[in-house]
Structure formats: structure tokens, C-alpha cells
């Protein structure tokens, strides 16, 4: 139980374009959800929070406008990557939390800006 | 906010031997610690947890102990497989929020 579901898994785009990643929570209801980013050999950055209903909660440093988050029902997140450059080239990893203090995490979506 | 760090960043040990991974955090406040492991290309695996209220957990191979006053927590793999060798990334929750360790790539030499 307990399973995150996370689309794409991977993706290449051009430089300009937006990119839309879902995360789905398959056998419970997941009132928040995190968004994370991953460089290579680089530890996980916790990017955003995500709320059901209601809006995004940012860290310090993390546009919203090019970081748009999306918690529309209880079983459905999306991060959309808006006008993306090579620079954010990057692994994103969604987690929700699904009792008490029990997360699961997506398995990862690695997005490549040519 | 909270700061989680973690040693050593590489660590190999011949099949068999112990591993252990050592992180500090510096917000009082957390109150759950997890680790993680994380195969090349996938998401971070839970691999076993401790609140604030244990000092010490154990699952088989794998044992976590937690000292609050220090703000340190530490994982101890025994009877290493090369089936262990991955990346392992400790963490700090407070209210939800994760703050990740800088990862520990652990090679398992057979």
C-alpha cells in the first residue's frame, strides 16, 4: 500500500517549452505533497509543499512563477516547469504523506532541457 | 531552517564488514528521522525510521540509533551485501517537511 505513482519518468524538451509532472497517490488520499529536486550526486532539495485546495507553500529561493504547482484533488499533484532552460535540468521526486508520519515517495521524473 | 549533515560522502567495506553512516541536524524541533536508499535513475527508498522518543531501532541487518541531545543520528548496516552498495541519504522531519543529508554512496566490495 501506500504507493506514489510519478509521470513522467523521464523526459527531454526543447529550451523554452513547459513540462508538466504528475504524481498520483494510487490506494490513499494524500492532503499534501512534496516536490523535491535532485542534482547529480547531490542530496534532494525540498523545493515546495503542496496543499490540497489551496496553494503552494514555496522555499526561500524557488520561483513560484516557473515552478507551478498544482494540488487539485486528494490523489493528484502536478509540478509544471514553465519556459524551461538547460539549467533546470534536474531530477524531480514527489513525496505524500499517507498516515501519521508515514511518507512514500514517486519514483522520479529526470528532466533534460536540450 | 533545519541543516542536516551527513558523513561521510563515500564509504567502502568489504562483504561482510559493518557500515556506518553518521548525520547531525540542528533544529531541535524535528522529531522524525529517516533514511533513505536510492538506486541509480530511481526515488529514495525508506529503509528504516526513528522518532524522537526511541533512542535506538533495529530491523535485521540494519539498526538506527538516535541521540537528541547531541542532535546526531546514526545508521549501522551489518553483514554487508553487495546488494547494499547504493546511495543512503538520512533526514530530518519536522511537521512533514523533509531536509535531506548530502547522501552517502556506499560501494560493497564482494
Known amino acids: 500500500g501506500a504507493v506514489v505513482s510519478q509521470h513522467p519518468s523521464r523526459v527531454i524538451c526543447k529550451s523554452g517549452t513547459s513540462v508538466k509532472i504528475e504524481c498520483r497517490s494510487l490506494?490513499?488520499?494524500?492532503?499534501?505533497m512534496f516536490w523535491y529536486r535532485q542534482f547529480p550526486k547531490q542530496s534532494l532539495m525540498l523545493m515546495a509543499t503542496?496543499?490540497?485546495?489551496?496553494?503552494?507553500?514555496?522555499e526561500q529561493g524557488v520561483e513560484k512563477d516557473k515552478f507551478l504547482i498544482n494540488h487539485a484533488s486528494l490523489t493528484l499533484s502536478t509540478l509544471t516547469v514553465t519556459s524551461a532552460h538547460p539549467e533546470d535540468s534536474s531530477f524531480y521526486i514527489c513525496?505524500?504523506?499517507?498516515?501519521?508520519?508515514?511518507?512514500?515517495f514517486g519514483s522520479g521524473t529526470r528532466l533534460t532541457v536540450v | 531552517g533545519e541543516n542536516v549533515e551527513q558523513h561521510p560522502s563515500t564509504l567502502s567495506v568489504q562483504e561482510g564488514d559493518s557500515a556506518v553512516i553518521k548525520c547531525t541536524y540542528s533544529d531541535s524541533a524535528s522529531n522524525y528521522f529517516p533514511w533513505y536508499k536510492q538506486e541509480l535513475g530511481k526515488g529514495p527508498q525508506l529503509i528504516i525510521d526513528?522518532?524522537?522518543?526511541?533512542g535506538e531501532k533495529k530491523d535485521q541487518r540494519i539498526a538506527v540509533t538516535l541521540n537528541k541531545t547531541a542532535k546526531h543520528f546514526s545508521l549501522h548496516i551489518t553483514e554487508t551485501q553487495p546488494e547494499d552498495s547504493a546511495v543512503y541519504f538520512c533526514a530530518a522531519s519536522i511537521n512533514g517537511q523533509f531536509y535531506f543529508g548530502t547522501g552517502t554512496s556506499l560501494t560493497v566490495i564482494p
Open positions: 526513528i522518532r524522537s522518543n526511541v
Open positions: 513525496s505524500a504523506r499517507f498516515t501519521g508520519e508515514g511518507y512514500t
Open positions: 490506494d490513499f488520499q494524500a492532503t499534501t
Open positions: 503542496s496543499n490540497e485546495g489551496s496553494k503552494a507553500t514555496y
